[in-house]
């Protein structure tokens, strides 16, 4: 009888440890790709839009886009002597000034993107063009491009298929002396 008491406890240990092994813990938070909501409004798209560029979200950012056949067309001063950098400037080139960005940016920083006087124009159910001015406030770790904050008059033409907006193509305009988006994309499309 004392053996099998002397048992009793032996055998309980290595269960009490064991349970200990499988304690709940706090949920992992979710991944950025959940705040990709299905863009079947151009509101919703715009949101997804801000919303990653605010968060340097890379793979949000390039899904706001349309394809082979998208194109953006850069603020002319700001484009200067590198016009031949935005020629032929599509989805991957967002792409790739977008990480570089990303690249330089903490993964704890969160960016700011206002959008006011906004415009839409329709062209039919499923084209149309948005206009509006644009104040991106942004934080970033390479110490050669000095801007915080840009501004300008972004229009994107927006179309729907397969029931979700696209942008398909984006024209830049700077409205103050200082930066514009143009010059983000010129600067982390080549650093």
Known sequence: MA???LKLPALLLPLALLAGCFQLREPEPAVAAS???QPTQIDIL????????????????????????????????????SPGLFANWSVPEETTYFSSLRRRTAATT?????????????FTTD????????VLRITQQDTAFHAGVLQGNLRLVVRRRNNEWRIVAWRDQRTTPGLCWTDLKKYFSSH
């Open 3 to 5: 053996s099998a008491q």
């Open 35 to 37: 705040e990709w909501i």
């Open 127 to 134: 084209s149309a063009e948005v206009s509006a001015l644009y």
């Open 110 to 122: 969160t960016n700011t993107l206002t959008l006011s006087n906004r415009s839409d124009q329709l």
């Open 46 to 81: 715009l949101s997804n839009f801000v919303t990653a560029v605010q968060r340097v979200n890379v793979a949000n950012y390039e899904r706001s886009f349309s394809g082979p056949g998208y194109r953006f067309v850069p603020d002319p001063g700001s484009a200067g002597s």
